[in-house]
């Protein structure tokens, strides 16, 4: 279970080109929850994201997860967080683009120290899991939107988190394929993983059965 | 394993741009040995003359007549001995070591059914003192003073060795001004002395081995039964003193004695003397001044190689921070990523270096040495250590977010 209080984010603080990202954010997220994050471009989707993958620091507020205040943790164990607990799906894939789809479903297994054999043995077995077994050996740049999408989802999912968060994960993809990755999200909800997901697809956001809305860095359910 | 993995996404696709890192860093790993051979051979002269004479380093003077003095004994034979005996009577001296060098030609070929080929060759007699002194820099064989079968025992340098090795014996002519033969002397070698040595006696009475390897030494011990007459002895002296005494003031005293009959200086003299010679003037060029500026070539060079290269990669590395990757560890693997390329280079620097340079007939290179090395280790890891301080500097002031926006 997660808890945000009073979240705040502010880039370039202190700075004429200040920018308040979030504003007084708060939200608790369930174990099992399926939960949409829709909102204008530029209202501070992607850093709530963010802020949730331990990837940037709240300029103010708690978070608790499980509950236990991480804001002041380590580097390294917020490292480990994002290497076990976290699934996570950026906007433009984050993939590396020369690398094989295989090499990159491995990497956060190969960061944790999984061997190498071992990796690619659960990498294969997530790319059956989602019928794209075929794509194993192709290199990233050689990939369809559609398809870097789903191999990035794979990767979100290879080292079996407890929540993912992903940013427009049908950003790229045409109505039927939204519709095929949406049965895999049930399908992974069904088997226990929770899900945070931004988009500005009015299908993919009513598929979920939380909506959340934000405007201009503050959110609402 | 899994390290070496991750390391390699580090490192470019292109090939060439890696490769042409190696490259560089292999001339340079070349240039910056080449210009610090002079100083490790200063290193290594003085630490051999530390090891000959231990603490004893500090109680040398040495004598150098003037250059008058010399040519009269060369010229006309002229015999300085009384003088040499009264500075070596000083009360602080312990030890006065002697040497006289004549030049004597040593047949090297037979020539078919006419006379052999003769090559010119240094012939050093020494006091028994300095002869001694020798056998801790043989690298083969022993010194003997007492003639073999009716043969002068000779030790003699490593480039001698390849005309003579042990136990082979030889003819040396000492040859006059006007290339007369002299004298004829039987020899039979019994040491080879180590490629670079120390010999505290010869010509000029320098502390230091003629650094030329080709250069042929046969030294002998005098005077002996079999020498024809009486050495001329040089007018030099190397002067030990005993313990107790003070090596400045005793060559204050004995220069100010023998104030008109030519120069005494002590071992710190001597060597300091040695060591701006090298940083200035030595073969024309600035060692010093090039050594300091090809150093900062290489750590600027190789260091700002390894940064440009970190920054480059800002958005792998915020992909692997993503996938939970933390920062030190991404240092350790951007480290391991630039020594999969830096190691080989430099490895193939150090042993192409003595071919190159060879080849660039730079004639005091002597060789690669364990000082070299550490010193080729030391600037390398000054770099990496260089380009690892920046990478953090430029890493921690920026967030993943925005090196992954940042990227590529
Ligand atoms: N590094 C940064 N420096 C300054 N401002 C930033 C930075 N990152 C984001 N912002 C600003 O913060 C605000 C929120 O950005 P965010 O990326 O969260 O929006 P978003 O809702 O994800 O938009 P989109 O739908 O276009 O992806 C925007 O106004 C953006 O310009
Ligand atoms: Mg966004």
Same mark, same amino acid.
């Given at each position: 279970m997660i808890r945000l209080n009073q979240i705040e984010k502010i880039y370039q603080k202190a700075k004429p080109n200040e920018v308040t990202a979030l504003k007084k954010v708060s939200l608790t997220i369930h174990d099992g929850d399926l939960i949409a994050i829709t909102g204008p471009s530029g209202s501070g989707k992607t850093t709530l994201l963010h802020i949730l993958a331990c990837l940037e620091k709240p300029d103010a507020g708690e978070y608790l997860l499980n509950g236990q205040n991480i804001t002041e943790l380590p580097d390294r164990q917020k490292a480990d967080l994002r290497n076990s607990y976290f699934g996570i799906v950026l906007q433009d894939f984050g993939l590396l683009e020369e690398e094989s789809v295989l090499l990159n479903i491995c990497l956060p297994l190969l960061i944790g #120290?999984?061997?190498? #054999?071992?990796? #690619? #043995?659960?990498?294969?077995?997530?790319?059956?899991?989602?019928?794209?077994?075929?794509?194993?050996?192709?290199?990233?740049?050689?990939?369809?939107?559609?398809?870097?999408?789903?191999?990035?989802?794979?990767?979100?999912?290879?080292h079996k988190p407890q929540i993912i968060l992903a940013d427009e994960p049908t950003g790229a993809l045409d109505s039927a394929n939204t519709e095929e990755l949406l049965q895999l999200i049930r399908k992974l909800n069904e088997e226990g993983i929770t899900f945070l997901i931004v988009t500005h697809n009015p299908i993919v956001a009513d598929f979920c059965t939380r909506q959340l809305h934000i405007i201009d860095g503050k959110l609402s359910e | 394993m899994n390290a070496f993995r991750l390391a390699r996404l580090l490192l470019s696709k292109k090939l060439l741009k890696e490769l042409l890192l190696g490259v560089q860093i292999f001339f340079m790993t070349v240039f910056i040995l080449m210009v610090i051979v002079p100083f490790e051979n200063f290193y290594t002269d003085y630490s051999n003359l530390q090891r000959i004479f231990g603490e004893k380093t500090s109680h040398l003077v040495q004598y150098n007549a003037t250059a008058t003095m010399q040519q009269n004994h060369l010229m006309n034979n002229t015999n300085y001995d009384d003088l040499l005996d009264e500075i070596a009577a000083n009360d602080a001296v312990q030890t006065a070591y002697r040497s006289c060098e004549v030049l004597a030609n040593v047949p090297y070929a037979s020539g078919a059914g006419s006379e052999p080929l003769k090559i010119q060759t240094?012939?050093? *007699?020494d006091s028994p003192e300095l002869f001694a002194l020798l056998s801790s820099q043989l690298q083969q064989g022993e010194i003997v003073t007492e003639p073999v079968d009716n043969a002068l025992p000779v030790v003699v340098s490593s480039h001698f060795a390849k005309l003579y090795d042990i136990g082979k014996v030889f003819t040396a002519e000492s040859v006059g001004l006007h290339h007369e033969i002299v004298s004829q002397i039987n020899c039979v070698v019994t040491g080879v002395l180590k490629e670079r040595f120390v010999h505290v006696g010869a010509s000029d009475l320098s502390f230091q081995a003629n650094p030329n390897e080709e250069a042929l030494y046969v030294f002998a011990c005098a005077p002996s039964a079999l020498l024809p007459e009486k050495i001329g002895w040089m007018p030099a002296l190397l002067l030990e003193l005993k313990p107790d005494t003070n090596a400045e003031q005793t060559r204050d005293a004995l220069c100010e004695q023998f104030s008109s009959l030519g120069t005494f200086q002590t071992t710190s003299d001597f060597y300091s003397e040695q060591f701006d010679y090298m940083i200035t003037v030595q073969g024309g060029a600035w060692n010093g001044l090039m050594l300091f500026l090809f150093a900062l070539v290489y750590i600027f060079g190789f260091g700002g190689y390894i940064v440009v290269n970190t920054l480059q990669k800002r958005k792998v590395f915020s992909i692997l921070m993503i996938n939970g990757m933390y920062f030190s560890k991404m240092l350790c693997l951007n480290l391991l990523s630039s020594l999969l390329i830096t190691i080989p280079a430099t490895v193939l620097g150090i042993l192409a270096a003595p071919y190159l340079i060879r080849k660039l007939a730079y004639t005091t290179f002597t060789g690669i040495t364990p000082g070299t090395i550490v010193c080729i280790l030391l600037l390398f890891v000054g770099?990496?250590? *260089? =380009?690892?301080? &920046? &990478?953090?500097?430029?890493?921690?002031? &920026? =967030?993943i977010r925005e090196l992954y926006t940042q990227g590529e």
């Amino acid at each position: 279970m997660i808890r945000l209080n009073q979240i705040e984010k502010i880039y370039q603080k202190a700075k004429p080109n200040e920018v308040t990202a979030l504003k007084k954010v708060s939200l608790t997220i369930h174990d099992g929850d399926l939960i949409a994050i829709t909102g204008p471009s530029g209202s501070g989707k992607t850093t709530l994201l963010h802020i949730l993958a331990c990837l940037e620091k709240p300029d103010a507020g708690e978070y608790l997860l499980n509950g236990q205040n991480i804001t002041e943790l380590p580097d390294r164990q917020k490292a480990d967080l994002r290497n076990s607990y976290f699934g996570i799906v950026l906007q433009d894939f984050g993939l590396l683009e020369e690398e094989s789809v295989l090499l990159n479903i491995c990497l956060p297994l190969l960061i944790g #120290k999984t061997r190498y #054999k071992e990796a #690619k #043995k659960a990498a294969i077995s997530t790319l059956e899991h989602m019928g794209i077994p075929s794509l194993a050996s192709k290199k990233v740049n050689q990939l369809s939107g559609g398809q870097k999408q789903r191999v990035a989802i794979a990767r979100a999912i290879v080292h079996k988190p407890q929540i993912i968060l992903a940013d427009e994960p049908t950003g790229a993809l045409d109505s039927a394929n939204t519709e095929e990755l949406l049965q895999l999200i049930r399908k992974l909800n069904e088997e226990g993983i929770t899900f945070l997901i931004v988009t500005h697809n009015p299908i993919v956001a009513d598929f979920c059965t939380r909506q959340l809305h934000i405007i201009d860095g503050k959110l609402s359910e | 394993m899994n390290a070496f993995r991750l390391a390699r996404l580090l490192l470019s696709k292109k090939l060439l741009k890696e490769l042409l890192l190696g490259v560089q860093i292999f001339f340079m790993t070349v240039f910056i040995l080449m210009v610090i051979v002079p100083f490790e051979n200063f290193y290594t002269d003085y630490s051999n003359l530390q090891r000959i004479f231990g603490e004893k380093t500090s109680h040398l003077v040495q004598y150098n007549a003037t250059a008058t003095m010399q040519q009269n004994h060369l010229m006309n034979n002229t015999n300085y001995d009384d003088l040499l005996d009264e500075i070596a009577a000083n009360d602080a001296v312990q030890t006065a070591y002697r040497s006289c060098e004549v030049l004597a030609n040593v047949p090297y070929a037979s020539g078919a059914g006419s006379e052999p080929l003769k090559i010119q060759t240094n012939f050093i *007699f020494d006091s028994p003192e300095l002869f001694a002194l020798l056998s801790s820099q043989l690298q083969q064989g022993e010194i003997v003073t007492e003639p073999v079968d009716n043969a002068l025992p000779v030790v003699v340098s490593s480039h001698f060795a390849k005309l003579y090795d042990i136990g082979k014996v030889f003819t040396a002519e000492s040859v006059g001004l006007h290339h007369e033969i002299v004298s004829q002397i039987n020899c039979v070698v019994t040491g080879v002395l180590k490629e670079r040595f120390v010999h505290v006696g010869a010509s000029d009475l320098s502390f230091q081995a003629n650094p030329n390897e080709e250069a042929l030494y046969v030294f002998a011990c005098a005077p002996s039964a079999l020498l024809p007459e009486k050495i001329g002895w040089m007018p030099a002296l190397l002067l030990e003193l005993k313990p107790d005494t003070n090596a400045e003031q005793t060559r204050d005293a004995l220069c100010e004695q023998f104030s008109s009959l030519g120069t005494f200086q002590t071992t710190s003299d001597f060597y300091s003397e040695q060591f701006d010679y090298m940083i200035t003037v030595q073969g024309g060029a600035w060692n010093g001044l090039m050594l300091f500026l090809f150093a900062l070539v290489y750590i600027f060079g190789f260091g700002g190689y390894i940064v440009v290269n970190t920054l480059q990669k800002r958005k792998v590395f915020s992909i692997l921070m993503i996938n939970g990757m933390y920062f030190s560890k991404m240092l350790c693997l951007n480290l391991l990523s630039s020594l999969l390329i830096t190691i080989p280079a430099t490895v193939l620097g150090i042993l192409a270096a003595p071919y190159l340079i060879r080849k660039l007939a730079y004639t005091t290179f002597t060789g690669i040495t364990p000082g070299t090395i550490v010193c080729i280790l030391l600037l390398f890891v000054g770099s990496v250590l *260089f =380009s690892i301080a &920046t &990478t953090i500097v430029q890493w921690r002031r &920026t =967030s993943i977010r925005e090196l992954y926006t940042q990227g590529e």
